[in-house]
C-alpha cells in the first residue's frame, strides 16, 4: 500500500524546504541559494546549499541531500512514508502510513535499531511501572514533591524501574530480543563469572535520553532512597555516546533555530525545570564536559551560547573553562551567574518560574565582561594579577566576533585596568587573528565541464527531455540505456522514462524522488545546472542521437577487431574472412 501521490504532493506544494532545513542548519543567504554547514558530516566551511526556487538542499562535500522529503528521511533515519507523515503534520495533512505487510517485510532491523526499540519499549512498560502500580508509588511521591507535575511526567515519559533483578530482562525475553543485545544496549548489566544477566537499573526513577532524532537511547536513574551514585547513567553503547549526545536537543531545535541561541545548562534536571519555566532552547551534556563533537552540533544551529549553571564555585569554574573553549573557537559567548549558589531548579523553586525567566533575560553578560568582573577584586589590589589578566583580557577580547560586543567590553576593561581605551583597543588589534578563511566561492555542482564529444551528445539530448515531455516521448523509442556510453546518463535515461510515466512536467525536486543514490541526484542537479540554448534547433535533438548511435558502433568496432585477433590467434580462417568483412564495411559506412 502506497501513500496517495496527490496527497504527498500536496503537502510537498504546501511545505518550504527552507523552513525545514532552518531548523536543523543556520543558513546565510548567498546569492540565489541559501548555505550553511552541512548537518550530515563535520565540516568548518559551508559547503550544504538550499535552493529556494528549486525546493532541494545538498551538500557539497558527502553529496547528501535531495528534495524535503529526503533531508527528512536522511536527518531522522526514517523510511520515506514516516518523513511523509511528519511534513504532513506541520501542514496539518493527516497521513495514514500503512502498517503491517509492508513494514514487516522490511529486512530484519540492525542492531542499533533494536536496541533503540528495546529502549523505547522499556520506555513505555517503566512509564507505567511509575503511574500505575503499587510499587512505583514511592517514587511518584518523591517526584511530586519535587516539583514535578504530571505534565513533566507525561512529556518526558519519566518512568520506574522497580526493585527487581530481571524487570527488564524477562520483559525483553519474552518479547524475543536476544538478552546479549540487550547487555550491550546497556540495559542488563552481567556477572562476570557465572554470566548471569540482571537489570543494570534497579530501583530507579528512569529518565529517557533521547539522541537528536528523537529516539531514546539511553537512561538516567535516578535514586530517591539514597543509593549510590545519585545518577546511574547507560554506559556508553553504539547508540549512546555521551560525547555526542545533547539532552533535549531534539525538542529544543526548533527555538534554538528560532530565537538564535542555546542555553548550555550543568545537568539534565535543571533543562527539564528551565524548559516548565517557559525558557524552552535549552540543553545539557549528560556529566561531561562539552566535546569537540558537542560544539559542531551547536554550531550548525546557532553562534550565540549562554551558559546558565549552578551558581557555586563549581559551576563557576566550568563557565569559565567552557566559556573560554567556544569563545576561541568563534562563538558568541554569554554567562547568567545565579545568586547564593543556586542552580537553575533552586532559582525556580524559591522564585517562580516568571521570576527566572525574567532574571535570565536581564542577566545575561558577556563571556568576558563576566570573567572581568570575577576577578575584579584581585585586579584591583593584586599587581602581579592585575597584569597576568590585562594581558589575557586583552587577548579574549580579540576572539570575540561580534564587533558592537567587543567596544562595549573594551569600554569596560578600559575603566577597570585604568587604560586608554585607543591603545587597548591597538593591543587587541595586535592579537586579532586574521579573519578565518571562509572560503567563500560558492562550489558549483560539478558541471559536466569534461565531457567528451559524445557525452556532451548525451547530456544535451537529456537536458532538452528535461525541458519537454514530448520531446522525450517523440525520441525515446530510438532510445536504449545502453546507447548511453556515461554510466550517469544511462541511469539518468532509466530514471525520466519511470519519472514521465507518472509525471507531466520535469521538476528536479520532484524527479529526486525516483532517485536513491547520492551520486545520481548528483548528477541530476549537475544536469539541472548544464547550460544550453534555449530551443533546439532543427535536426539537433537528430544529430545528437546520430552521434550517440556512431559510438556505439565505434564500440562494436573495438570488438570485431577483437574478435578478428582472437580469429587468428585460433587459426581460423573462415571467421577472419568473416570478421574482415565487418570492419571493412563498417569503415566504409563511416565515411559516408
Ligand atoms: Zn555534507
Redesign the pocket.
Known sequence: MRIDQSVINEIKEKTDILDVVSEYVKLEKRGRNYIGL????D?KTP??TVSEDKQICH???????GNVFQFIQEIKDIPFQEAVKELGERVNIQVNVPTGSESSSHQIASDDLQMIEMHELMQSYYHYALLKTVEGEEALNYLKSRGFTEEIIEKRKIGFAPDHPQFCHDFLQKKGYDIELAYEAGLLARNEESFNYYDRFRNRIMFPLKNAQGRTVGYSGRTYTNQEPKYLNSPETPIFHKRRLLYNLDQARRSIRKSDEIYLLEGFMDVIKSDQAGLSPVVATMGTELSQEHSTVIRKLTNNVTLLYDGDEAGQNASLKTGQRLLEQGFNIFVIKLPNNMDPDDYIKTHGEEAFTQFVAREKKSFVTYKINLHKDEILHNDLAYEKYLKEITQDISYMSSSILRKKVLQEAAELFKVNSDSLNRSVNQYSRFEPSHDSDVRIAPDFGRLNKYERAEVSLLKHFTRDKDTFLNYQQKLEVEDFSNNYFKHIFDVLRNFYAENDVFKLSDVLQYVESDELKEAFMALDNYMLNDMPYEQELEDYINILLANKQDDSIDILKHRLQEASRLNDLELQKYYLEKIKKYYQNTKL
Request: net charge positive; hydrophobic share 20%.
Open positions: 552541512c548537518p550530515f558530516h565540516e559547503s550544504f551538500c557539497f562535500g558527502c553529496k547528501k541531500g
